[in-house]
T-cell receptor, first 110, second 114 residues
Framework: SQKIEQNSEALNIQEGKTATLTCNYT??????LQWYRQDPGRGPVFLLL???NEKEKRKERLKVTFDTTLKQSLFHITASQPADSATYLC?????????WGAGTKLIIKP | ETGVTQSPTHLIKTRGQQVTLRCSSQ?????VSWYQQALGQGPQFIFQ???????GRGNFPPRFSGLQFPNYSSELNVNALELDDSALYLC?????????????FGPGTRLLVL
């Protein structure tokens, strides 16, 4: 069955450093991959979408890579700030249905 | 804010009861998807409605049903509640049903089944 893995342990990063989150998947060939941010008690907020034929996408301090051979996406936040602390979810799709990872909790320490 | 609202914010029910959760999508968004999110897990796709018709369904039993109305509102109904139905229920609206458009999530309804 399809499986998506994100680091289950919280990731602690010093303010100003680059945070890198990983999303690995198996038994799936997604047409696109999305990253979302979720704060406690709130719904996910869309950040970036990358398609299967794209290697990299950037938006301000965010960068996403998508390696369909390794079946992996990396999500980078440069110059991290305490306000970036949240849970980050990756979601894979092929058509209308998204399959979600469990998320990685990111903590940026001042 | 995403412009997507959900009600109620919290709800407590007992096993066997029925519940209706409501969602108001962004104006102009003809697609709404519903998700169940257990604590510490990612959202699980329940179903999607496109122009008032069910467009796709995840691995949820028929006691989970929905409706979408012309005024961009929708409902999720759950019959014969079970303890495992306790979760955060999220709705998300988007411009179309392709999956490639951004999904805008509401804040969710937290359901507790006792």
């Amino acid at each position: 069955s399809q499986k998506i893995e994100q680091n289950s342990e919280a990731l602690n990063i010093q303010e100003g450093k680059t945070a890198t989150l990983t999303c690995n998947y198996t038994n799936y060939s997604p047409a696109y991959l999305q990253w979302y941010r979720q704060d406690p008690g709130r719904g996910p907020v869309f950040l970036l979408l990358i398609r299967e034929n794209e290697k990299e996408k950037r938006k301000e301090r965010l960068k996403v890579t998508f390696d369909t051979t390794l079946k992996q996406s990396l999500f980078h936040i440069t110059a991290s700030q305490p306000a970036d602390s949240a849970t980050y979810l990756c979601a894979l799709g092929s058509g209308y249905q998204l399959i979600w990872g469990a998320g990685t909790k990111l903590i940026i320490k001042p | 804010e995403t412009g997507v609202t959900q009600s109620p914010t919290h709800l407590i029910k007992t096993r066997g009861q029925q519940v209706t959760l409501r969602c108001s999508s962004q104006s102009g968004h003809n697609t709404v998807s519903w998700y169940q999110q257990a604590l510490g897990q990612g959202p699980q796709f329940i179903f999607q409605y496109y122009r008032e018709e069910e467009n796709g369904r995840g691995n949820f039993p028929p006691r989970f049903s929905g409706l979408q109305f012309p005024n961009y509102s929708s409902e999720l109904n759950v019959n014969a509640l079970e303890l495992d139905d306790s979760a955060l229920y999220l709705c998300a609206s988007s411009l179309d049903a392709s999956g490639r458009e951004t999904q805008y999530f509401g804040p969710g309804t937290r359901l507790l089944v006792l």
